[in-house]
């Protein structure tokens, strides 16, 4: 391999290369440039063997751009390949590590561009560059580390034929018996009865799970119940439901000491009813704070790793049985609760693109947003589940919301928000959410979260039924018009071309944005 000796005029140039690298993903201009005079631009020809197995080397590199091949030999001198990476992957890790052998082989497909770090001069930049290259290290250690135990937990797992021909063998055959008929479920199974199904007659997927309209309970009465009582009902009852699947993966942190406090913050953020509780009780008179807590970590911090835990854990507890929310169909309850995280994330996302300085936690905004759906939920039991009937929703949820529960879930979330003391802020996305026209005060963040729910509903990420009224076309809502007020340099910005771009971007990154529970 041969250094390329890259001509000072093309400095810039591998910076900008390296900035589409997800590695350098949170990297600025001037810690790249120093990354850069520290380690060695190698441009590499296919078939070149740039790690020797069983060598003993202190490099690591970074697959700027192209493909290489990983593999390891066989007693009878055959390569076995491993894997294969592309652009963006690393490799050779473990030499940052210490000084071992290499356990397998990297040889070059096609022409390939790769910065070759050595520890040793690494350790001679700013501590701050340091500090953030050897952490962004360690999360790829750790993913790869989750994968691979996904690996082992499948491999170790009993296959369906085993499992089959375990029962089949344990167990003398058995005419059929007819099972007593019980009340229907709400939820929608996707797996029929085991007599009835077999590998020949099983249904497609898609006919599995199509809803039957006949489980779903009569539309209700249209009401017009008093603001005043209506606000009196939802003030007078805060335990709403939380998501099982957070508070089972909150478990192991509740007790003992608690090492991973990013990961207790992050899975805290998942839910937006255990969010809530902790910004309350962070906010509460029992905390002497000079400032208003407005995010996760800021709450950890002000009440303590001790106390956040028995809030938690106190919380957890009344979580409420999943067949009472949302009139049992699971799928309106794990679409709300994804809906909520994914405008979050978006929200988050369109900040940091439009590049607008905002001193409230856009995230928390984006999943508090619809939290007075919950509220609403246990007012009137009967209307959520008819969200899954197709052309339900006439015009929009708030317009039918007031015609059959009495109040939309604007009002509902910014009456409980005030009731549990959230910062105003949030209340105002709460109500103002659907028509960032009326905000007068924290428009511009009402405006983001407006945006990330019209991005989010554009991907059908939505509560209920997929054929609701599409919404008016994203270019002509008047978010975009709060944004520009508040945030100059947007005026000049082509709408359409951003529309397209962050719409590109969100591509680029939707598997992480639409996962529930980060790994």
């Known amino acids: 391999m041969k250094q390329r000796k890259e001509p000072s005029a093309a400095f810039d140039q591998q910076v900008k290369f390296l900035k589409k690298i997800p590695f350098f993903q949170n990297f600025d201009d001037h810690e790249l440039k120093q990354l850069l005079a520290v380690s060695r631009w190698l441009k590499v020809p296919p078939g070149t063997l740039v790690i020797k ?26 390569n076995i390949e491993l894997t294969t990476l592309s652009t963006g992957d690393t490799f050779g ?8 052998r290499r356990t397998a082989g990297v040889r070059t497909t096609t022409e390939s561009f790769i910065l070759m770090v050595e520890p040793d001069i690494l350790n001679q930049a700013s501590v701050f560059l340091q500090l953030k290259f050897y952490r962004r290290f360690c999360e790829i250690l750790v993913t790869r580390l989750i994968a691979a135990n996904k690996r082992m937990s499948t491999l170790s797992a009993p296959t369906p034929t085993a499992q089959k021909t375990k029962k089949t063998t344990a167990q003398k055959p058995s005419s059929a018996k ?8 709400a939820k929608i199974s996707t797996t029929p009865p085991p007599e009835e199904t077999s590998r020949e007659t099983a249904p497609p997927p898609q006919e599995v799970q199509k809803l039957d309209l006949s489980q779903l309970p009569p539309v209700p009465a249209l009401q017009a119940v008093a603001k005043s009582k209506m606000q009196r009902r939802i003030q007078g009852n805060q335990d709403l439901a939380m998501n099982p699947a957070v508070t089972a993966r909150l478990a192991p942190f509740l007790v003992g000491e608690c090492e991973e406090t990013r990961k207790f913050a992050e899975l805290i953020s998942c839910d937006p009813i255990i969010a809530a509780k902790v910004i309350q009780h ?15 970590p800021h709450a950890m911090i002000t009440m303590g790793i001790k106390h956040l835990q028995e809030l938690v854990a106190g919380e957890t507890i009344k979580v409420v049985d999943e067949d009472t929310i949302f009139g049992g169909f699971s799928q309106l309850s794990d679409s709300f609760w994804l809906h909520s995280v994914v405008v979050a994330r978006i929200a988050e996302l369109l900040k940091d693109t439009i590049r607008v300085t905002i001193p409230d936690d856009v995230y928390l905004a984006g999943l508090f947003h619809d939290i007075g759906i919950l509220a609403l939920d246990q007012q009137q039991q009967l209307f959520y589940p008819q969200l899954l009937r197709p052309d339900f929703i006439e015009s929009d949820l708030c317009d039918s919301e007031r015609k059959y529960v009495g109040i939309d879930h604007g009002q509902a979330g910014a009456w409980l928000g005030e009731k549990m003391g959230l910062p105003k802020p949030y209340r105002d996305v709460m109500i103002f959410h659907h028509c960032p026209e009326k905000a007068r005060e924290n428009a511009l963040l009402v405006a983001l979260i407006h945006l990330a729910n019209h991005f989010a509903k554009s991907r059908e990420v939505i509560i209920g039924d997929k054929k609701q009224p599409p919404p008016p076309p994203l270019n002509a809502s008047f978010g975009w018009v709060i944004v520009q007020e508040h945030h100059r340099a947007f005026i000049d910005v082509n709408l359409d071309h951003f529309i397209l771009s962050f719409n590109t971007e969100l591509d680029r990154r939707w598997g992480e944005i639409s996962t529930l529970i980060p790994m």
């Open 53 to 78: 197995e069983d060598n003993v080397e202190r490099v690591f590199y970074i697959l700027v751009k192209g493909n290489v091949s990983v593999f390891t030999s066989s007693k009878e001198g055959k």
């Open 93 to 100: 890790e473990m030499a940052l590590v210490s000084e071992t």
């Open 178 to 185: 007819a099972k007593p008929a019980g009340k229907p479920s």
């Open 282 to 296: 962070a906010n509460s008179s029992f905390y002497r704070r000079t400032t208003t807590v407005t995010s996760i």
